[in-house]
């Protein structure tokens, strides 16, 4: 079973809102920390959100702060990303990504995040 799928993605204008989902129902452990990041054409795969185990810390990246929310649902086995006010240069690939069982601190390096999913393609028009 793939650990993460994310669904959510799309064409919007800006200004718009889109609400990114990941579903970890590939995964059957617990207590791990879970983040959102992206990759635009041509550049290195970058952190954009982050959130604990229970959710009680959140972290973001300056960039889109105060614009994005991140959040889980445990009993759903789900991770959100709220956007908001989006601009062009948040177009992009999103991918959800899970901290191995047991790491419940945020990272924002790729490589201390053990699962991945696929990717879902964030367009914003300007």
């Known amino acids: 079973q793939v650990p993460l799928v994310e669904s959510g993605g799309g064409l919007v204008q800006a200004g718009g809102s889109l609400r990114l989902s990941c579903a970890a129902s590939?995964?059957?452990?617990?207590?791990?920390?879970m983040g959102w990041f992206r990759q635009a054409p041509g550049k290195e795969r970058e952190f954009v959100a982050g959130?604990?185990?229970?959710?009680?810390?959140?972290y973001y990246a300056d960039s889109v702060k105060g614009r994005f929310t991140i959040s889980r649902d445990n009993a759903k086995n789900t991770l959100y990303l709220q956007m908001n006010s989006l601009k062009p240069e948040d177009t992009a690939v999103y991918y959800c990504?899970?901290?191995?069982?047991?790491?419940?601190?945020?990272?924002?390096?790729?490589?201390?995040?053990?699962?991945w999913g696929q990717g879902t393609q964030v367009t914003v028009s300007a």
């Open positions: 959130i604990t185990w229970l959710g009680s810390n959140t």
């Open positions: 590939g995964r059957t452990g617990s207590r791990y920390a």
């Open positions: 990504a899970a901290r191995r069982y047991g790491s419940t601190s945020v990272s924002s390096l790729p490589a201390d995040y053990d699962d």
